[in-house]
């Protein structure tokens, strides 16, 4: 589990606030763009809102909408998601599929 999805899990678990987001990516050290990005990945495909996640997350939507943006170039570039943290491996690495859980 990523720090971003720790945090989101966080999240969900207590206060739905932005003072409980802050709170949470400090104790978990995760990126808020990561955040609001799991975040709006979490939202169904037809309501998705990049502001909405955005402020949720404590973070401007230009600022997510860059991040989904570099994510959907390094997944067109044919780069591989990562099976367990949906994390785009970095150029160059592979994923050890030996370690990996049953069903990942």
């Known amino acids: 589990m990523t720090p971003a999805q720790r945090a989101l899990d966080l999240f969900n678990q ?4 932005p003072e409980a987001m802050s709170e949470i990516l400090e104790q978990t050290g ?6 609001a990005l799991e975040l709006y990945d979490q939202q169904p495909d037809g309501e998705k809102d990049i ?9 401007k939507a ?3 909408h860059v991040t989904i943006k570099r994510r959907a170039e390094k997944l067109a570039a044919g780069r591989e998601p990562c099976p367990c943290c949906g994390q785009v491996v970095r150029e160059g690495y592979a994923i050890d599929r030996s370690v990996l859980r049953k069903g990942a």
């Not at 207590?14 to 606030?17: A, K, P, R």
């Not at 502001?51 to 973070?59: C, D, E, I, L």
């Open 14 to 17: 207590g206060e739905q606030t």
């Open 30 to 35: 995760a990126k808020a763009s990561l955040v």
């Open 51 to 59: 502001a909405a996640a955005a402020a949720m997350a404590g973070v």
């Open 62 to 64: 230009p600022t997510l």
